[in-house]
Structure formats: structure tokens, C-alpha cells
């Protein structure tokens, strides 16, 4: 493979329910990020990681965790669904993210829908 | 706080020019991103800039004050398959991307 990858693409969960979306890159990138995208609201930062073994808060964290335990993957796991996460969601990664040319490269991303 | 302002929706004909435009207000600047997605699709990187000017690529160009925390992306020779959206996002002094709600181009023949 090459670039990122998500799983699984599309999801109908029941609220309540514990779901952990999958991240994972080749590109050997430092830095990665999960963003959830509305209509009519830009794509908003979740969660970050600079790199492997660290992470930081985004503008929307609650509600959301990650890990970053190396450097290929990045998982988001929702704890307890709630309908307002009803959202596409979006994994992307960069060489570094501290430096200001920070292109960023994105997954398919994952369709989620909580019921 | 942070903001930034796009267009929501533009139409153009196919084989014309269409300029869209980005105004931003963030806490520091390091640099400015245009992105395209189409419908269902992950966003791809356009072009970045980070110095006042005009940046060409082809049929596409991206010009950027930083004094008036101004860019737009220009959009020449326009085709059918440039129907999607254009988001701008500025890096911000964490070196995070802030964006915008973005811009649909609907081109028509």
C-alpha cells in the first residue's frame, strides 16, 4: 500500500456503543491527525500526534481518544456514541508537525453514522 | 479567535476563469494551504504559500497578502472535472492547519 489507509469506510452505530476507527500509514510521517468533517463547518481538528508516543488535543477532543503507540498507526476510539458524532472522519499525516510547511495527507476517510 | 472566510457555493462556465477567495484571521501565520475535494473524496493538496505573491501551477495560481490576511486560488481554462470543493487553511503559530468551511465550484458547460 501506499499513502493512508482507514477502516472501515462507512459504519451505522447504536448510541452507547464503544467503536475504535483505524489509521494507518506507509509513509513513514512523524506527525498525525484526526478530523471530523461537517457540512457547512470546516474540518475540525480531533486529535494530534507529533510523533510516536505522544498526543495532544485538538479543538473537539470530547468524547474522543487516541493512541499512538508507533508510527504507522493512529486509532480513534468514540467511548460511548452519542448522535452528535454522526460525522465523516478524517486521518491524515504529515512529515513533521511542528514545522510550517505542514502538508498534510489524507485518508479516504470514515462514514459514521450513530443512531 | 480564529477565523476563516470562503465563499460557500460559486458557479462558472466551463472554459472560463474563477477566482475564490480566502480572508483569515488566526493567532500567527506560518504559511497558507489550498486543498480540493470532490464529493466523497479525501481532500488533496493545490498549493501552498507563505511569502506575499503570486504562485503558479498550471492552470491553477494562488496569490497571498499577509498584510491584508487575504489569498484566493485562480482557476483557469476551467473544466468539467474542477467541480468540487476548495478549502483554505492557514498554519497557525502551534503549526496547526486551521480551515475553512470551503468553497463548491459548480462548473457548467
Known amino acids: 500500500i501506499a499513502g493512508i489507509t482507514q477502516a472501515p469506510t462507512s459504519q451505522i452505530l447504536a448510541a452507547g456503543r464503544r467503536m475504535t476507527l483505524r489509521c494507518t500509514q506507509d509513509m513513514r510521517h512523524n506527525a498525525m491527525y484526526w478530523y471530523r468533517q461537517d457540512l457547512g463547518l470546516g474540518l475540525r481538528l480531533i486529535h494530534y500526534?507529533?510523533?510516536?508516543?505522544?498526543?495532544g488535543k485538538g479543538e473537539v477532543p470530547d468524547g474522543y481518544s487516541v493512541s499512538r503507540a508507533n508510527t504507522d498507526d493512529f486509532p480513534l476510539t468514540l467511548a460511548s456514541a452519542v448522535p452528535s458524532q454522526t460525522s465523516v472522519y478524517f486521518c491524515?499525516?504529515?512529515?513533521?508537525?511542528?514545522?510550517?510547511?505542514?502538508?498534510?495527507?489524507f485518508g479516504p476517510g470514515t462514514r459514521l453514522t450513530v443512531l | 479567535g480564529q477565523n476563516i472566510d470562503q465563499p460557500t457555493e460559486m458557479t462558472a462556465t466551463e472554459g472560463a476563469i474563477v477566482q475564490i477567495n480566502c480572508t483569515y484571521q488566526?493567532?500567527?501565520?506560518?504559511?497558507l494551504f489550498w486543498y480540493q475535494q470532490h464529493a466523497g473524496e479525501a481532500p488533496t493538496f493545490l498549493s501552498y504559500n507563505v511569502l506575499d505573491g503570486l504562485e503558479e501551477k498550471g492552470r491553477f495560481s494562488s496569490f497571498l497578502s499577509r498584510s491584508k490576511g487575504y489569498s484566493y486560488l485562480l482557476l483557469k481554462e476551467l473544466q468539467m472535472k474542477d467541480s468540487a470543493s476548495y478549502l483554505c487553511a492557514v498554519v497557525d503559530s502551534n503549526y496547526q492547519l486551521i480551515w475553512g468551511a470551503g468553497t463548491k465550484l459548480i462548473i457548467k458547460p
Open positions: 491524515a499525516s504529515s512529515e513533521a508537525g511542528t514545522s510550517a510547511y505542514n502538508e498534510q495527507f
Open positions: 488566526t493567532s500567527g501565520f506560518n504559511g
Open positions: 500526534s507529533n510523533t510516536a508516543g505522544t498526543t
